[in-house]
C-alpha cells in the first residue's frame, strides 16, 4: 500500500490564511459593538447659552420639537391659581431619573415667570399658585431642554412658548349691612313731666302751684 505526503508548504498557507479570516471578522465585529454603544450626537451644540448660561442644542427645523402654552383661571377654585397646559410636538417628557444625555425629541420643560424659574415639569399640565402672580401683567414662559441640560433650539433662538397673563385682587365679599334699630324714648308714659297722647291731640301738664 502507499501513500502520498501533503506538501508542508501548502498546509502552512491555509494554516496562515484560516488565522487572518478569523482575526478580520473578530475585528468587525468589535467595530460594530463600539458603533452600537457610541450613537450619534443629535444636533450642534452652539456658543449661545440661556440666562444660566447652559447652551443651545441647534437641531433642523424638520426636526425640532414644538411647544406651545395656554394659562388660565382655575375654574375649580377660588385661590387665584392659574391652570397651564402645553402642547408638544416632535417631543416626549423622559421619566425621573433618565441618563444626562441628549436623545432626540426626549427631555423635560422649564416653567418661568417674567424670566424666573418657577419648576421643571415631566408632564404637560401644572397648577400655578396665585403667590405666584401678584397683581399685574405677567410673561409666563415653557422652554424645552435635553436631558443633559441644553436647550432645544433652532436657527432663530429656543424652543419655547410664551402667555401674557393679568392677575386682578381677588374679589372681597360685601360686608353685611347693618340693621338701625330705633331707640325708645327718653322718657316713658306715666313718668313724671309727661303725659300720654290721646284722640289726636297733645298738651303738655302744666306744673301744679304750691298752696
Not at 467595530?31 to 450619534?40: D, K
Not at 416626549?92 to 415667570?113: D, I, K, N
Not at 412658548?161 to 372681597?172: C, G, K, L, Y
Request: aromatic letters at 4%; hydrophobic letters at 30%.
Amino acid at each position: 500500500m502507499s501513500w502520498t505526503r501533503p506538501p508542508l508548504t501548502a498546509l502552512a498557507v491555509c494554516v496562515l490564511l484560516l488565522a487572518a479570516t478569523t482575526g478580520c471578522d473578530s475585528g468587525a465585529a468589535a467595530n460594530q459593538g463600539q458603533n452600537a454603544a457610541s450613537p450619534s450626537p443629535v444636533g450642534k451644540v452652539v456658543d449661545d447659552t440661556d440666562a444660566e448660561g447652559r447652551h443651545y442644542r441647534e437641531v433642523g427645523e424638520d426636526e425640532a420639537p414644538e411647544v406651545g402654552i395656554e394659562v388660565q383661571p382655575d375654574a375649580d377654585g377660588d385661590d387665584g391659581s392659574w391652570d397651564v397646559r402645553l402642547s408638544l410636538r416632535r417631543f416626549r417628557f423622559s421619566p425621573a431619573g433618565a441618563g444626562e444625555r441628549a436623545v432626540a425629541g426626549r427631555g423635560l420643560a422649564y416653567l418661568y415667570v417674567d424670566g424666573r424659574l418657577v419648576t421643571r415639569l415631566r408632564t404637560p399640565e401644572y397648577r400655578l399658585p396665585a403667590r405666584l402672580v401678584p397683581r399685574g401683567t405677567h410673561q409666563v414662559t415653557v422652554r424645552l431642554y435635553a436631558d443633559d441640560g441644553t436647550v432645544w433650539a433652532v436657527a432663530d433662538g429656543p424652543v419655547q412658548s410664551t402667555a401674557d397673563i393679568t392677575a386682578s385682587e381677588p374679589e372681597r365679599e360685601p360686608e353685611p349691612e347693618e340693621t338701625l334699630t330705633p331707640s325708645p324714648s327718653s322718657a316713658a308714659p306715666g313718668e313724671p313731666g309727661t303725659r300720654p297722647c290721646t284722640g289726636g291731640r297733645c298738651s303738655p301738664e302744666r306744673a301744679g302751684k304750691a298752696s
